[in-house]
């Protein structure tokens, strides 16, 4: 087991990776009480077309990951919620656009609910039975979202930027697509993609770093699994240009919704890192609630506190999201790309930068007292090539060149997509 000190945090993560290619993290924190685990596959919603080791390409339909994910805390002895709840713990998952993630959080009975983490997650339980029960339902947490204007103004968005990337599909899927999904193409996706090798596990809270390890490495010694591989991951080409300018629909909201933001070409993902931190510190720089333009927008009463901002960047696919409720959707989109264009032309003024910088520096300090906020981070900086523990070191070496210049590239109008739900009859 190998350790990793970061002497300005204070802090010392232990890891190894295991015979099977498991890679397991473990972050003690001594003096706390709350046990964080979190088991996390490079599996998400994107990863719809790809090629098994050794095996041919296989399309499944849209959805599947998330199915996927739904289906894992069914056994045949029962939910695996109650078992949880049982240990004293809570449990959940997620599925995002290039992961998913299984999760545990209890202050006692740590062994015993990491034990029914590890096993739960790698014994699959699939029949035709329950495969055809979860697709209905399924298909109503879709209808569901689609009478969500917060849900569809945000994947309004990205569906008018891409044209053939899968990040515009929705995570869920569609009904058609779900009601398409055999527990055949689950298997297929399980045995590709839940391999140790392509998994994470990291555990953060007041444990005995040594035992946990061990217990780990005893369980997964007490399991086979064939050889792993290379997952390759198929993408169409996406052209340079947005999909549509503007979308708007009509639900029955108070107030418009109104989302904007600009597509860009993803880059190298070796540099993705620094590319997404540089991109929020500029963000945050204009359009932050201690920003000028944020202040007056909000006495103009154009904004709320609602109003926000943030940047997506993962295998293909990098965009900003601006925006909020707004009285005003259409001169709200005006200003603010306006006041983004002018920034960019005279570039972002020293103080405002270092300003910015050291409020980013403290909020990830914050975090640091959070092991939901260290856990759910860490394996999503791992996957981007990135450290965690690091990222202050990233702060402080971004220059105020370097952030006008992402501007320069970030904010161009032709690369610009807007989503509105205004007021009106679902």
């Not at 979202?145 to 899968?166: K, S, T």
């Not at 920003?291 to 293909?316: C, K, M, R, V």
Request: hydrophobic residues 35%; glycine residues 6%; charged residues 30%.
């Amino acid at each position: 087991m190998s350790t990793q000190p970061y002497p300005k945090l204070q802090e010392t993560l232990w890891h190894e990776k295991l015979d099977n290619g498991l890679e397991v993290f473990i972050l003690p924190k001594p003096g706390f009480t709350k046990t964080y685990a979190t088991f996390t596959t490079r599996y998400g919603s994107i990863d719809n077309h790809f090629v098994p080791p050794g095996g041919q390409s296989i399309k499944v339909p849209d959805g599947i990951a998330h199915f996927l994910e739904h289906k894992m805390f069914e056994e045949p002895e029962g939910d695996i919620f109650s078992k949880f709840a049982d240990q004293g713990a809570s449990a959940n998952a997620y599925t995002s656009f290039d992961r998913t993630v299984y999760l545990f959080t209890a202050t006692h009975e740590i062994e015993a609910n990491l034990d029914t983490l590890l096993h739960f997650v790698q014994n699959p339980y699939f029949t035709d039975e329950n495969v055809e029960k979860e697709k209905g339902i399924i298909v109503q947490e879709i209808d569901m979202y689609r009478d969500n204007p917060d849900w569809r103004v945000y994947f309004g968005l990205i569906e008018a930027m891409y044209q053939n990337h899968p990040v515009h599909i929705d995570i869920a899927g569609t009904a058609e697509s779900v009601r398409s999904i055999t527990k055949e193409m689950l298997y297929d996706c399980y045995n590709t993609f839940y391999h140790p090798s392509n998994m994470t596990l990291f555990i953060v809270g007041g444990i005995d770093r040594q035992e946990t390890m061990e217990r780990v490495k005893k369980d997964q010694a007490n399991k086979k699994f064939p050889p792993g591989g290379e997952i390759k991951r198929l993408f169409e080409q996406e052209p340079d240009q947005v999909k549509n300018e503007k979308r708007e629909l009509e639900l029955p909201v108070s107030l418009p919704k109104c989302l904007f933001g600009f597509k860009e070409e993803p880059g190298e993902q070796k540099d993705a890192v620094r590319k997404e931190l540089a991109s929020k510190l500029m963000l945050e720089a204009l359009l932050g609630a201690s920003s000028a333009l944020y202040q007056q927008l909000y006495d103009d009463n154009l904004i709320s506190d609602g109003f926000g901002h943030e940047y997506n960047t993962g295998p293909g696919y990098s965009f900003s999201i601006i925006g909020g409720e707004t009285r005003d959707p259409d001169e709200l989109v005006s200003r603010v790309s306006q006041a983004l264009y002018d920034a960019a032309d005279k570039g972002i003024p020293s103080d405002i930068f270092e300003r910015t910088r050291r409020k980013k520096i403290g909020a990830f300090l914050r975090m640091m007292n959070s092991p939901e906020s260290i856990a759910s981070e860490f394996t999503r900086y791992r996957h981007k090539g990135g450290d965690l523990f690091k990222l202050v070191e990233v702060y402080e070496s971004l220059t105020l060149e370097e952030i006008n210049e992402r501007l320069r590239e970030h904010a161009k109008p032709d690369r610009r997509a807007i989503s509105i739900v205004r007021s009106g009859k679902a």
